[in-house]
Nanobody
């Protein structure tokens, strides 16, 4: 069975940094386009980043561009999100996502085939 396991969420102060990790099992990792979404209570789910199967393509929305960096290690079946200069509005549950479309970069919920359970990021005001 396909499993997506996020880790690295924590409570940090404004301006701090975190690195999230996602371990994938049950499916060949290099067949997957990957990404991250987030959702805060009372708000709709928001796309954060995406990358294709080999990490050649990377995309970000304006809200995180220049502060967040997505990367992957295909030998370890791992996806990462480096988050710098964190702001209070970054507080959310962060979800690792995957799609069995190697050359895609998933940035819409309709693109996503697999979802992780999430890891909580809390940034103090």
């Amino acid at each position: 069975q396909v499993q997506m396991a996020e880790s690295g969420g924590d409570m940090v102060q404004t301006g701090g940094s975190l690195r999230l990790s996602c371990r994938v099992s049950g499916i060949p990792f290099d067949n997957l386009a990957m990404g991250w979404f987030r959702q805060a209570p009372g708000k709709e789910r928001e796309w954060v980043s995406c990358t294709n199967w080999n990490g050649q393509t990377k995309n970000y929305p304006p809200a995180v561009h220049g502060r967040f960096t997505i990367s992957r290690d295909n030998k370890m079946n791992m996806l990462f999100l480096q988050m710098n200069d964190l702001k209070s509005e970054d507080t959310a549950m962060y979800y690792c996502v995957a799609a069995a479309k190697p050359w895609w970069c998933p940035r819409e919920s309709s693109d996503v085939e697999y979802w992780g359970l999430g890891t909580q990021v809390t940034v103090s005001a």
